[in-house]
């Protein structure tokens, strides 16, 4: 069952092309990896499908219904499409467990006592319970990203979107975050991840999208991308990865 579809999505900033009529389908339960050199247009499409980009024409279409995208109506409907940043983007002035809490409290008006139980089991599931009270500050740069990814978990979404999320991480912080993704993966979730993680993306994903110039190249699913697949631009994008 689709949980969530871009159909013909067009973008530009200013005279630049960024997305040129791209369409997609996130099945329930499905893992979809978006893959591609900087610049295809891959953030941006993220963006798009979470109202924190408008577009210029298309449908974004959420559980069958097309979405109004007046950003009033994005306003209720992002809770239901998290997504997760190469930034942590947690308040400095907050301990970790009032920044989860602050969307749930502040944006559903959810009973605390109830959430803050929910968030204080999901810190546990990824070994952080015993950094509730600390400041952003004093984590590293895998847990704040483990947080951001708790923050996202406990507005209950229905899908959550990853954009390079380990980017900025060292390679044992990678392993931090991208083990939490996997757990995530193996429990169901519907997710979209942008990566230039290879090995991860072949694990994780159901289906790849291969994006290039603003435009889908090829979709296909993850071993055949890996294995089979021979397009000329696959195949050098692979190679310059070293992969």
């Keep these: 069952m689709s949980v969530l579809e871009a159909q013909n999505i067009h973008k530009k900033f200013g005279k630049s092309d960024i997305l040129k009529g791209v369409s997609l389908t996130i099945d329930k339960g499905e893992?979809?990896?978006?893959?591609?050199?900087?610049?295809?247009?891959?953030?941006?499409?993220?963006r798009t499908l979470n109202g924190l980009e408008t577009i210029?024409?298309?449908e974004i279409i959420f559980n069958d219904r097309?979405?109004?995208?007046?950003?009033?109506?994005?306003?209720?409907?992002?809770p239901e499409i998290g997504m997760v940043f190469q930034s942590y983007d947690l308040f400095?002035?907050?301990?970790v467990l009032d920044n989860?809490?602050?969307?749930?409290?502040?944006v559903q008006k959810r009973e605390k006592t109830a959430v803050a139980s929910e968030a204080i089991a999901l810190l546990e599931r990824i070994g952080l319970a015993d950094k509730a009270e600390s400041y952003p500050r004093e984590l590293s740069g895998g847990q704040k990203q483990?947080?951001?990814?708790?923050?996202?978990?406990?507005?209950?979404?229905?899908?959550?979107?990853?954009?390079?999320?380990?980017?900025s991480l060292d390679p044992e912080m990678v392993r931090e975050v991208l083990?939490?993704?996997?757990g995530l993966a193996l429990e169901g979730m519907t997710m979209l991840i942008?990566?230039?993680?290879?090995?991860?993306?072949?694990?994780?994903?159901?289906?790849?999208?291969?994006?290039?110039?603003?435009?889908?190249?090829v979709e296909t699913n993850s071993e055949a991308f890996f294995t089979t697949e021979d397009n000329p631009r696959v195949k050098q994008f692979l190679s310059s990865l070293a992969y």
Aim: no cysteine.
């Design 146 to 167: 483990r947080v951001a990814i708790i923050r996202s978990l406990v507005m209950q979404p229905q899908v959550l979107l990853f954009d390079e999320v380990t980017a």
């Design 56 to 58: 210029d024409s298309g």
């Design 100 to 106: 989860i809490l602050l969307g749930p409290l502040k």
């Design 92 to 95: 400095p002035n907050l301990t």
């Design 194 to 217: 942008v990566t230039h993680e290879m090995n991860f993306a072949r694990q994780v994903a159901d289906r790849v999208i291969f994006m290039d110039a603003g435009q889908i190249l």
């Design 31 to 46: 893992v979809l990896v978006l893959l591609g050199p900087s610049g295809s247009g891959k953030s941006t499409l993220l």
């Design 179 to 182: 083990s939490v993704i996997q």
């Design 66 to 78: 097309i979405l109004e995208l007046s950003e009033l109506a994005w306003q209720k409907i992002r």
